[in-house]
């Protein structure tokens, strides 16, 4: 008897307690399961917040770089034009060098032929001068040579 009564203690003991851990369990068990699904939810609403933020973000940059390129086009568009007109310029101040170095170079070309044909001229004087004056030598040289040839014949 003293067994059952132990055991009928122990059992309803066993059981009250039982109850009362169950039941704390589970109202604990409900507020940290509501809890952890709170949490859940505000971590998904918040992970939602800052990929719509991110995306935000990434538009945003996406926009501007699509705009820094459009401007940068626009400004490619304007240097390579200013190039083109002053490679224009360049190609028109070479030909303008290019047409006076050819003026300067036949301008030189005729002095020279110039001066060749006067030096040419001055040189056939010259020749003719010293011709003429070695005629006039030799012929006064002959004379003085008849002069003294007859000065000395008896």
Same mark, same amino acid.
């Given at each position: 008897?003293?067994?059952?009564?132990?055991?009928? @203690?122990l059992?309803?003991?066993?059981? +009250?307690?039982?109850?009362? @851990?169950?039941?704390?369990?589970?109202?604990?068990?409900?507020?940290?399961?509501?809890?952890?699904?709170?949490?859940?939810?505000?971590?998904?609403?918040?992970? *939602?917040?800052?990929?719509?933020?991110?995306q935000? &973000?990434?538009?945003?940059?996406? &926009?501007?770089?699509?705009?820094?390129?459009?401007?940068? *086009?626009?400004?490619e568009?304007?240097?390579?034009?200013?190039?083109n007109? #002053?490679?224009?310029?360049?190609?028109?101040?070479l030909?303008?060098e290019?047409?006076?170095? *050819?003026?300067?170079?036949?301008?030189?070309?005729?002095?020279? #032929?110039?001066?060749?044909?006067?030096?040419?001229? &001055?040189?056939?004087? &010259?020749?003719?001068?010293?011709?003429? @004056?070695? #005629?006039? +030598?030799l012929?006064?040289? *002959?004379? @003085?040579?008849?002069?003294?040839?007859?000065?000395?014949?008896?």
């Amino acid at each position: 008897n003293m067994r059952n009564c132990c055991l009928v @203690t122990l059992i309803f003991f066993f059981f +009250f307690f039982k109850q009362k @851990t169950a039941y704390e369990m589970l109202r604990s068990l409900v507020g940290s399961e509501m809890c952890i699904r709170d949490r859940k939810k505000l971590r998904e609403e918040a992970e *939602e917040r800052q990929a719509k933020d991110v995306q935000d &973000e990434i538009n945003r940059l996406s &926009e501007r770089i699509d705009q820094e390129r459009r401007t940068r *086009e626009g400004q490619e568009d304007g240097i390579i034009k200013k190039l083109n007109d #002053e490679l224009v310029k360049l190609q028109d101040i070479l030909q303008q060098e290019q047409k006076i170095r *050819e003026e300067s170079e036949n301008s030189l070309i005729r002095v020279l #032929e110039d001066m060749c044909a006067k030096m040419q001229n &001055e040189v056939g004087m &010259e020749r003719r001068d010293r011709e003429g @004056t070695e #005629e006039v +030598f030799l012929k006064l040289l *002959e004379e @003085t040579c008849d002069r003294v040839q007859s000065g000395l014949k008896p």
